[in-house]
C-alpha cells in the first residue's frame, strides 16, 4: 500500500471512531433524560412555561424554564422545612398568673 491509500483509510476510521463516539453520547444523554428542575409559582420572564397536575400540588401550575412540555417527573416542588413546635420551659411570672386566676379573664375587682 501506498502512503496515500494508508493516509486515506486512517482518515476513515478516525472519521468512524468519531462518528461512533458522538452517537454514543447523543443515545447516553437521551437515555439518561432531563435534569430535575424545581417548580416556581410564576413566571419570572417569557422563556418560562407551565405544566399542571405536578404532585404533591396539583392544582397550582408548575412554571419552569427550559423546552415546552417537559415530562412531569423531572418537575417537583421544594418542601419547606418542619418547624418543630414551640415549647415554653420557663416558669410563667406572677403578674401573668394574676390575669388568667379568673375564668372569664380579668374580674376588674382589683
Known amino acids: 500500500m501506498d502512503s496515500d491509500a494508508r493516509l486515506t483509510v486512517a482518515s476513515a476510521l478516525a472519521l468512524m471512531i468519531v462518528a461512533v463516539i458522538s452517537a454514543l453520547i447523543v443515545f447516553l444523554a437521551a437515555a439518561r433524560g432531563g435534569e430535575q428542575m424545581i417548580c ?35 418537575l417537583y416542588w421544594a418542601e419547606t422545612p418542619a418547624i418543630p413546635p414551640m415549647t415554653i420551659t420557663a416558669p410563667q411570672p406572677a403578674f401573668i398568673l394574676r390575669w388568667r386566676g379568673h375564668p372569664a379573664g380579668w374580674d376588674h375587682n382589683e
Open 40 to 74: 416556581h409559582l410564576q413566571p419570572m420572564d417569557s422563556g418560562w412555561h407551565y405544566r399542571t397536575r405536578i404532585p404533591p400540588r396539583p392544582e397550582i401550575r408548575c412554571w419552569y424554564r427550559g423546552e415546552r412540555m417537559k415530562p412531569r417527573r423531572e
